[in-house]
């Protein structure tokens, strides 16, 4: 699993895709790389519980793809709603 999970790192919009499609890609890749109950071990100890999507990994794959459609984006909205994104 940890050789895939580089593979996020190419994932990039497509000429022929929309915005759309490319959040729906990371977030496909991200779920699909969650820990499976009693199929998956951390740490040497088996995994007793699905894992699921947490909002800090769900708002990291939103930055991904933002960065991705809009380089300056993310820097341009701590800029501009700095205080109200804390």
Do not use: C
């Amino acid at each position: 699993m940890g050789a895939h999970f580089i593979d996020f790192a190419d994932i990039h919009l497509e000429s022929n895709k929309t915005p759309e499609d490319l959040y729906k890609r990371l977030m496909s890749f991200v779920e699909d790389l969650l820990l499976k109950a009693k199929s998956s071990s951390h740490h040497g100890e088996l995994v007793m519980e699905d894992e699921e999507l947490s909002p800090s990994l769900e708002n990291f794959v939103v930055l991904r793809w933002l960065k991705l459609i809009f380089p300056d984006l993310p820097r341009l909205d701590k800029e501009r709603y700095g205080t109200e994104l804390r």
